[in-house]
C-alpha cells in the first residue's frame, strides 16, 4: 500500500467515525470535523507517494519500518484528529508534522 492510500485511507476512517458520533448539542462540531477530514482525505489522494509532506511523515516513523506501510497515528496525531474542525488540509498535514516533532516514533 502506498503512503497516499494509507493516510487517506486513515483520514476516510477518521471522518466516517465522525460521521457515527452522535452527541447532544455538539453544534454541527462531528459534521464539521468529518467534512474537513474529507477534504483532507481528497487532498492526500491527488499526492505523489514521494511528495514532501509525505516523506516527512515518512521519516517520523508514520509508516513502519522503512517508510513504507500502514499510517500509524501516534498519540499527539490521534488527539489532533480528534478535535480537528476547520482548516485547509496543507493545514493539518503540517499541524500532523508538528504534533510529531519531538515525540518518540
Given at each position: 500500500?502506498?503512503?497516499?492510500?494509507?493516510?487517506?485511507g486513515?483520514?476516510?476512517?477518521?471522518?466516517?467515525?465522525?460521521?457515527?458520533?452522535?452527541?447532544?448539542?455538539?453544534g454541527?462540531?462531528?459534521?464539521?470535523?468529518a467534512?474537513?477530514?474529507?477534504?483532507?482525505?481528497v487532498?492526500?489522494?491527488s499526492?505523489?507517494?514521494?511528495?514532501?509532506q509525505?516523506?516527512?511523515?515518512?521519516?517520523?516513523?508514520?509508516?513502519?519500518p522503512?517508510?513504507?506501510?500502514?499510517?500509524?497515528?501516534?498519540?499527539?496525531?490521534?488527539r489532533?484528529?480528534r478535535?480537528?474542525?476547520?482548516?485547509?488540509?496543507?493545514?493539518?498535514?503540517?499541524?500532523?508534522?508538528s504534533a510529531?516533532?519531538?515525540?518518540?516514533?
Amino acid at each position: 500500500m502506498s503512503r497516499t492510500e494509507s493516510l487517506a485511507g486513515y483520514l476516510r476512517a477518521q471522518a466516517r467515525r465522525k460521521l457515527d458520533r452522535v452527541e447532544l448539542r455538539d453544534g454541527g462540531r462531528n459534521a464539521r470535523s468529518a467534512l474537513s477530514l474529507l477534504d483532507a482525505t481528497v487532498y492526500v489522494e491527488s499526492l505523489d507517494d514521494d511528495d514532501p509532506q509525505l516523506t516527512a511523515l515518512a521519516e517520523a516513523g508514520c509508516f513502519g519500518p522503512g517508510g513504507s506501510g500502514d499510517f500509524r497515528a501516534a498519540e499527539e496525531v490521534e488527539r489532533l484528529i480528534r478535535f480537528w474542525e476547520a482548516g485547509e488540509p496543507r493545514q493539518l498535514l503540517a499541524a500532523i508534522r508538528s504534533a510529531l516533532q519531538g515525540s518518540p516514533a
